[in-house]
């Protein structure tokens, strides 16, 4: 809100080949990246609390297979497995309280 | 003598309820840097022109012992004064008084006193400080929001409805102020959101300040939720006087005529633009270069700041600027100032104000978090808007106006009924790199000096296209005019278009892309 008139235009945005002169959004670049879904890691989609893991390393499983529950918002949520594979790591113990977006599960997906 | 004693016992029974939530809970208001809510209709109204109703309302909860609780005026105060002289309906909550919480009755007074302005054909004002819904009377509080809401979307378009932010206003609360035409919020006192830092902590394991969730600074430069920022209270309501200086009253009147002023000197129309489309200028000094006194009342000016938006008059009635803003991210159109765009021209089109738009910008962002967000919908409410308002609606294209970003910026196609153009414009289908890569992309590759002959191509497609004089050619654009002439054609443009009237099919409403 304050500083409106303290920045100079001096970046540049490329539109369709032209470069133009502007001023750009502090975490312009950073909202821009954009990371590819990668299935074999499964994360939290929410912040919660584990409340069982269905899996061991090394164990084999099918797609939708359930791999653990997370417990959020007075849900118990069930994470499935997205295809088909081998549990390479589990990043988590029951009980064990998680946030966002955390890396619970690692998968080696079979080849199909 | 016995009227005498029942006018005393008037004035005692109106001294109690004037106390509010008692001193302690006032000393605390006042400490957070806030007015009361009385002093804060009196602050915004006419000097001696405010008049409470329903001072007297009690509240009916039983539960939890509420019925030994007496809370004075239920925690809100409305009425009726004038702003300029001309009516309007106010309510207040009160903090002091069970932290302006929100049960049955309090709602009531609120419902009726928008049934008044909305019968009355006046504004709304409403004045938002409050805990939330009064847990203590259940479902009571949720029909009380309820009825609220309903009132908020019938009156939408038919009276101006104003939202005050001035102090907490979470959880449903703040659907009432977001379905309303204008919110205004003050640094450091107005909170906004819908689940707090506490329910955010405990759920989501996330540590955040209220400040930083939902404060006035968040609100007017992150999520677009308020219109008006301002520093103190007193600055807040000098700001609403003036909003209401420029809109009608209501969706049946014009705005009030003033006399005409010229602009100031200091703004020189020809040396604000540089001729370069790729160089930047501030489109807010093109604006003050035409507007009668330069005054131009901007709304929204800390987010999506690539388009700005506002009032300002022209010779004496009220306008509404679109403008794309070349010093910001090349006054592109993108989702959120697409949905700025598109809700301002609404409220134009909603209130009788002629719409102005000043047309500067190389089309819409590229990226993927653009088009992940929804570009496609959220850049269609652009065309929707300007192809559906029916005020009267000019145009002026000062350099760039390439692809879709043409059309959409109140184009002829979709019915704009001036358009002008600066000798500097640029109307085309993309800009000449762009284009002479794609149309002359054999010819160089297949050149021995590809880069000469890329320029070589790009020079020819600039001097062929990139002016105004190929859409002239056309028609699409009315005429090409000299930048210091904008301001005699856009007067003359108002004029003519006084008695503007155009038919569209009959039907409930559209579905617009929202």
């Known amino acids: 809100m304050e500083a409106k008139k303290e920045k100079k235009p001096t970046a540049f945005l490329n539109v369709d080949g032209t470069e133009y002169k502007t001023i750009l959004p502090e975490d312009f670049e950073q909202l821009r990246k954009y990371h590819m879904p990668e299935p074999e890691h499964i994360r939290s989609f929410i912040a919660g609390t584990i409340q069982k893991v269905n899996v061991k390393e090394g164990q084999q499983v099918k797609k939708g297979e359930k791999l653990l529950i997370l417990e959020a918002m007075k849900m118990k949520n069930r994470v499935l497995a997205p295809l088909a594979g081998k549990v390479r790591k589990v990043y988590v113990k029951e009980g064990e309280n998680v946030i966002k977006n955390q890396l619970l599960i690692k998968l080696e997906l079979s080849k199909a | ?514």
């Open chain 2, 1 to 514: 003598m016995g009227l005498k004693r029942k006018i005393h016992e008037l004035q005692k029974r109106r001294e109690e309820v004037l106390q509010g939530g008692g001193e302690k809970a006032v000393q605390k208001q006042v400490s957070m840097g806030k007015l009361t809510a009385r002093e804060r209709i009196v602050a915004l109204l006419d000097k001696g022109s405010f008049n409470e109703y329903d001072m007297f309302v009690e509240h009916e909860a039983r539960d939890f012992d509420m019925d030994k609780k007496t809370l004075y005026g239920d925690g809100v105060i409305v009425g009726t004064g004038t702003i300029h002289g001309r009516p309007v309906a106010v309510f207040a909550q009160d903090f002091t008084v069970a932290g302006g919480s929100l049960g049955l009755m309090h709602s009531r007074k609120i419902t009726k006193i928008m049934d008044h302005a909305l019968k009355m054909r006046m504004p709304l004002i409403g004045i938002n400080d409050s805990g939330g819904a009064r847990i203590q009377e259940g479902v009571n509080s949720l029909a009380g929001y309820g009825e609220i809401f309903y009132r908020n979307t019938i009156s939408s378009g038919v009276i101006p409805q104003i939202s005050v932010i001035l102090g907490p206003c979470a959880g449903g609360a703040v659907y009432s102020p977001a379905l309303t035409d204008f919110v205004f919020v003050v640094d450091n006192i107005s909170k906004m959101f819908i689940t707090g830092p506490s329910v955010i902590k405990t759920v989501l394991g996330e540590d955040i300040s209220m400040e930083d969730l939902g404060g006035a600074n968040i609100h007017s430069t992150i999520t677009g939720n308020a219109h008006f920022f301002a520093k103190n209270e007193k600055e807040c309501f000098g700001q609403i006087q003036k909003l209401l200086s420029f809109i009608p009253w209501n969706n049946e009147e014009k705005s009030q005529k003033i006399a005409s002023k010229p602009p100031r000197r200091d703004y020189k129309i020809e040396d604000i633009v540089p001729a370069d489309p790729k160089l930047p200028y501030d489109v807010r000094d093109v604006i003050k270069a035409v507007v009668d006194d330069s005054d131009f009342f901007e709304i929204m000016e800390g987010w999506a700041r690539n388009l700005v938006i506002g009032f300002g008059r022209m010779g004496g009635r009220t306008v509404g600027f679109v403008a794309n803003q070349p010093i910001y991210l090349a006054g592109v159109l993108d989702v959120d100032s697409s949905d700025k765009a598109a809700r301002f021209i609404r409220y134009c089109d909603a209130f009788n104000i002629p719409i102005i738009t000043l047309v500067d910008l190389p089309g819409y962002l590229p990226g993927v978090d653009q088009e992940h967000a929804g570009v496609i919908r959220h850049g269609a409410k652009v065309l929707y808007a300007y192809s559906e308002a029916t005020v009267p609606k000019m145009t002026v294209i000062i350099r760039k106006a390439y692809g879709g970003g043409y059309i959409a910026m109140s184009s002829r196609h979709l019915r704009a009924d001036f358009v002008f153009a600066w000798p500097s414009a640029e109307i085309a289908v993309m800009g000449p790199e762009g284009a002479a890569n794609i149309i002359f992309r054999k010819e160089i590759s297949e050149a021995e000096d590809p880069e000469k002959m890329r320029k070589q191509k790009v020079k020819e497609y600039k001097n062929k296209f990139a002016n105004p004089y190929v859409a002239a050619a056309k028609g699409y654009v009315d005429s090409v005019i000299e930048p210091g002439e904008t301001r005699k054609l856009l007067l003359h443009a108002i004029e003519v278009s006084k008695n503007k009237v155009i038919s569209v099919p009959k039907k409930k409403h559209g579905i617009p892309p929202f």
